[in-house]
Each structure stands twice: as C-alpha cells, then as structure tokens.
C-alpha cells in the first residue's frame, strides 16, 4: 500500500470544498473573495448540480407586495418544522435572508419584477402575515426557474473569483488524524479512475440530498447521499433521518417537480368529483398548507377511492383558470415539463400529480456556523475540528420535522456564506498543514480497492432497485411499528447482500460503473439511517406520521434523533429553543 501512496498525486488548499451546488458555491465564493486557496470537488459540471432543479423560490420578508418581516417568517418556518427546528439557527437564516437576496440580486441573478421594478414574491406554502394570520407572499422567484438562476450566477462569480474547480471527480472518504482533525479527503477523478490526494486545512461537505433512496422521486440521479455516508464512514452522527419529505405534487407515476409555485399563483388541486378538497384538511390555508399537510391529504384522497384516472391513482392540479399569460411568464418550465412527459399542455388541461419523495430535512449535524457537531467528551454539539457542512447533506437545523417550501435556497446562501466566514476566522490561526495521517489514508484507498473484487453474485442494479422498493413500500408517508420494522430487516438485509456486489467492468476510464457502485454504498448506508430512526420515534411530527401514534408527544419526544453507523446505535439530543434575541415561539397545535 506505501508504493502504491507515493505514486498518487497530492494537492494542497487551504479549503476543500465537496459539492458545486448552491451552499458549496456560497461557501466557495466567500472564501475565494478573501483570498482562500479553494478548490471545490463535483462528480458532475457545478451548473449540473442539483440546486438547478429549485423552481418556486427563495423566501425573504422583503415585503414588495404584502406586509411583511423577518419575526413572521421565523414563526412561520418554527411553526413548519413542527417545533423541531434549532430557534436560534431560525433567527439567524430569516434576519439575513433580506440581505442576501439582494446580494444574489447584485451577484447577477434575474429575479421576475413587479410593475414598479422590485423583485416579484409570490405565495408559498405554510407562510403567513402577523404569525398566523393571512397569507404572505414572501417568496422572491426569478419565473420557475429561481434555483437555475442562482446556481449559474453563483458558478459565474466562482469563475470570476478564480476558484479552483474540480469537475467530475467523485470523493471516496474523509481523511483525519488520530485528535479528529479532518485534513482534507481521497478522491477519484472520473475521466482517468486515478486516485487524488487532496489535503486541506478545511473540509465542507455541500453533497446535496439523497432522494434517491426512494423510486419515486424528485432528485437527480446524482443525489446519493455520499456526504452524509462519508461523514457516517467517519464516525460522525447523521441528525434526523426520519424526517423525509414528500412533495405534494410530483408529475403522477413519474415523479418530476411541479413547483408549489403553481399553487402560489391560484392553482389547486381536485379529486376525482371535481372537489377542492384541500378545504376539508387545511380550512384556512387550503392548497398552500404545508407540504406534509398536503401530501397526507392527497394520500388519503386516493386511499378512500376519490383518486382520478382509470386506476384512481392520483389527483388532480388545475391552472388552466390563470390564463396562458400567467403561465407563460410564470411558470414557463412547468408549462415546458408537462408536455414532454405527459404530452398536455397546462394551459388547457389539468396536471396529474400525487406525492414523491423530495428533500431530507435530516443531514450532518451542524450548528449555525456551518461547523459539523457530533458528541464526544463534554456535551452533545461539540465541533469536529476542520469539517463544516451546509445545504441538504447538513443539518442546521432550520428545517426540523418539515420544510417550508423556499427555504431550501435561503438555507444554502445563508449556511454556506456563514460556514465561509467562520472558515476565513479558522484559516488566519492555521499557517501549515497537519501532518497527513497514513492509517487513515490507508483505510480510504482500501475502500477505493474493495470494488477491484471479482465473482460476486449481485449486481448494483438490482439491488439499488431492491433498495428503493424497500423504503418506498416501508417508509413512505404514513408509517406503523410493523412495517417500519420490517423495513429495518429488509434494509439490514440488503446492507449484508453489498458485500456480494461485484463489478463486471475493471476498467479505469470513465468508468461510470464504479462510480455507481459507491453511490449504492452511500445510499444504504443514508437508508439505514432513515428507517432505523423512524422505527425509533413513536409519535406523529410533520414529515414523520405514525398512524400507530397519531400525535405529536412534546414530553418525550421534543428531540433531535442521532443515528452511529457502528451498530446502528440510536442517541438524542436537545431542541435548541431559545432564539438569538427574540422570545422562544413555544410548541402548540399546529394548524392551517
């Protein structure tokens, strides 16, 4: 293995930044502003990532066109999370979220206008005036296209800042010291299959969700989960898996993204008798109540035999009353996915949807810096030196048990410039680099080795299909003990059948295959997280509903779940329910 480590190439940074998304970019771009040596690693070209896929919007109380402000929206977003949401990471991303859509404003993104030239918000799910009362329109939308739109300027800005990109490389593990210290990270360059040794005085992991967990689901294929296995591979907790959100309305059967946005703009859904039945779950908030409210009540309407088409499968989202206009200039891609995949065009024509798995509100714990916390000797949140997270793969925890549509985005361009500042204040005491520990480089390249194996009698195909049927069928939008612990088996199962899983194909070049192969790793591991946490929390709370215990239990279960790879060991931590500066919003019912 030493002849083998002296041939790989080295590079050194000051950050190593994983993930070309959003928060990745975010981060990247403030570094590279303060003059950071920066290099940022991405299994695919930065504007392929998934950020490119956000349609609806980026919330802020800019207040251009109803009332507004940032204690409102920070009730709001408290309210959304079912009380699980961290309320001092709460205040900090709603008090700078104003400011940093005019930044983004500034950094080139092209925000749709109102008539007096200000940046256009329309209304979004779960978001009120006057903590509670009527419905704001807080979210500030460039079309439906508002997550293309920041990720390319980001990219731009990146550009322009002389941030060092690392296209198409794939990260195997983290490498660390024996105090903890992350040093940086082994990865694969996917054009040649040689290994790269990269050292850094930081490490951010900005890898995205891991959706692909489900059949059924909005993410790109790229959404694997690899940030959060690597952080799991090295002993770091993963915070609140069970909480998974399910979007309300996926294209029915194929499970592509209609934007809430649609319904922001006067759209709404009806059941097979022409019912808006939203009315009947939601009184006040009807068609923009929560994700998790919607996506249980379209459930229930096909459940109870009020579905639509001839297999009663699925409901119905009318925007055909907006008129062509709106939807021309509003919801252009939405207009352009629905004829490609359904071959109807929305202007006259009713969209077929039905709920599909979309974001993870669980993640790597962090803390409001973007630093990763995990416990160890003095208390549950302590930093594990040199390793940050920000975006989908962390866990702030801004999101708690359900998230706010539009707040994903805020989340990426708050915590990813946060988690670069604090980055900029660690650099200015860290002159040199650590010492690269070799029994830890060690144990990355023999990970990379163990797909160099032969004669295995399981293929990656099968059994990341396997997979995603699993938790699809075990860990779905409504959950009891049996089935989920029947998941746990299952899951556990095909965790055993992955050391059977061999490669046909050995070859170096661009060979997609083993990249595959690791992302089938990541995902089990991301799965067992998922199923084991939601077998262990007996009670109903925003994403997570139990119909064996249909209510929210804040007595014994006002907790953050932890979840160790080693031995699948479950621990918890507290809620942090006290703000910033503001008085704590105390759990009550939560109603639309």
């Given at each position: 293995m030493t002849g083998i480590v002296k041939q790989i190439e080295r590079r050194r940074f000051d950050a190593l930044v994983i993930g070309a998304g959003g928060g990745g970019l975010r981060a990247a771009l403030q570094l590279a502003q303060a003059e950071a040596d920066v290099a940022v690693v991405s299994k695919v070209f930065p504007t392929r990532s998934h950020t490119v896929a956000a349609q609806g919007g980026i919330n802020?109380?800019?207040?251009?066109?109803?009332?507004?402000?940032?204690?409102?929206?920070?009730?709001?977003?408290?309210?959304?999370?079912?009380?699980?949401?961290?309320?001092?990471?709460?205040?900090?991303?709603?008090?700078?979220?104003?400011?940093?859509?005019?930044?983004?404003?500034?950094?080139?993104v092209p925000f749709s206008r109102l008539d007096n030239g200000k940046i256009y918000q329309r209304p979004f799910g779960g978001q009120s005036q006057n903590f509670g009362g009527e419905q704001a329109a807080r979210t500030c939308a460039a079309a439906d296209r508002t997550g293309h739109a920041i990720l390319h300027s980001l990219y731009q800005q990146n550009i322009r800042a002389k941030t060092h990109f690392f296209d198409e490389?794939?990260?195997?593990?983290?490498?660390?010291?024996?105090?903890?210290?992350?040093?940086?990270?082994?990865?694969?360059?996917?054009?040649?299959?040689?290994?790269?040794?990269?050292?850094?005085?930081?490490?951010?992991?900005?890898?995205?969700?891991a959706g692909q967990i489900y059949r059924t689901n909005t993410n790109a294929r790229i959404n694997t989960g690899d940030g959060m296995a690597m952080a799991l591979r090295a002993g770091?907790?993963?915070?609140?898996?069970?909480?998974?959100?399910?979007?309300?309305?996926?294209?029915?059967?194929?499970?592509?993204?209609?934007?809430?946005?649609?319904?922001?703009?006067?759209?709404?859904l009806v059941n097979k008798d022409g019912e808006r039945f939203m009315e009947r779950y939601a009184p006040t908030a009807k068609d923009l109540a929560s994700r998790d409210v919607v996506s249980r009540s379209i459930f229930t309407e096909v459940k109870e035999g009020r579905g639509c088409g001839p297999n009663g499968d699925h409901v119905l989202l009318k925007v055909d009353?907006?008129?062509?206009?709106?939807?021309?200039?509003?919801?252009?891609?939405?207009?352009?996915?629905?004829?490609?995949?359904?071959?109807?065009?929305?202007?006259?024509?009713?969209?077929?949807?039905?709920?599909?798995?979309?974001?993870?509100?669980?993640?790597?714990?962090?803390?409001?810096?973007g630093q990763v916390v995990a416990p160890e000797h003095h208390g549950a949140e302590e930093p594990v030196p040199g390793l940050y997270?920000?975006?989908?793969?962390?866990?702030?925890?801004?999101?708690?048990?359900?998230?706010?549509?539009?707040?994903?985005?805020?989340?990426?361009?708050?915590?990813?410039?946060?988690?670069?500042?604090?980055?900029?204040?660690?650099?200015?005491?860290?002159?040199?680099?650590?010492?690269?520990?070799?029994?830890?480089?060690?144990?990355?390249?023999?990970?990379?080795?163990?797909?160099?194996?032969?004669?295995?009698?399981?293929?990656?195909?099968?059994?990341?299909?396997?997979?995603?049927?699993?938790?699809?069928?075990?860990?779905?939008?409504?959950?009891?003990?049996?089935?989920?612990?029947?998941?746990v088996r299952k899951v556990r199962d095909i965790e055993r059948r992955l050391a059977d899983v061999t490669l046909?194909?050995?070859?170096?070049?661009?060979?997609?295959?083993?990249?595959?192969?690791?992302?089938?790793?990541n995902l089990v591991?991301?799965?067992?997280?998922?199923?084991?946490?939601?077998?262990?929390?007996?009670?109903?709370?925003?994403?997570?509903?139990?119909?064996?215990?249909?209510?929210?239990?804040?007595?014994?279960?006002?907790?953050?779940?932890?979840?160790?790879?080693?031995g699948g060991q479950l621990d918890y931590k507290p809620v942090r329910t006290r703000p910033l500066t503001v008085d704590s919003f105390p759990p009550k019912a939560r109603v639309y």
């Open positions: 802020a109380a800019l207040a251009n066109v109803r009332p507004d402000n940032w204690h409102w929206h920070m009730y709001d977003t408290v309210k959304g999370s079912d009380y699980l949401g961290d309320q001092d990471a709460i205040e900090y991303m709603c008090r700078a979220a104003s400011r940093l859509v005019y930044e983004l404003e500034h950094f080139g490389y794939f990260a195997i593990d983290l490498l660390s010291d024996p105090e903890g210290y992350v040093q940086g990270a082994l990865v694969l360059c996917i054009e040649t299959g040689e290994p790269l040794i990269i050292e850094a005085k930081t490490t951010l992991l900005a890898t995205g969700g770091i907790p993963l915070q609140d898996m069970e909480f998974f959100q399910f979007h309300p309305t996926g294209i029915a059967g194929k499970g592509m993204l209609i934007t809430e946005g649609s319904r922001g703009e006067g759209g709404y009353h907006l008129g062509a206009d709106v939807i021309k200039s509003r919801l252009p891609g939405i207009r352009d996915m629905v004829r490609t995949f359904l071959h109807i065009d929305p202007i006259d024509s009713p969209i077929p949807v039905y709920p599909t798995a979309h974001y993870t509100m669980g993640g790597i714990p962090t803390n409001r810096f997270a920000v975006g989908e793969c962390a866990c702030v925890s801004v999101h708690g048990a359900n998230r706010l549509g539009g707040n994903s985005l805020l989340d990426i361009v708050v915590f990813g410039r946060a988690a670069g500042n604090h980055i900029i204040e660690v650099l200015k005491e860290s002159r040199y680099h650590r010492p690269l520990d070799q029994a830890s480089l060690d144990r990355a390249l023999a990970h990379l080795a163990r797909w160099e194996r032969t004669g295995g009698s399981e293929t990656v195909d099968s059994l990341r299909t396997d997979l995603q049927r699993t938790m699809e069928d075990y860990c779905g939008v409504f959950r009891t003990q049996d089935v989920l612990d029947e998941g046909q194909d050995h070859s170096r070049v661009f060979n997609t295959a083993r990249i595959e192969a690791f992302e089938l790793e591991d991301v799965a067992l997280a998922a199923v084991t946490s939601a077998a262990a929390r007996h009670e109903s709370r925003g994403a997570h509903s139990r119909i064996d215990h249909p209510t929210r239990d804040d007595e014994h279960w006002l907790k953050h779940s932890l979840y160790f790879r080693d």
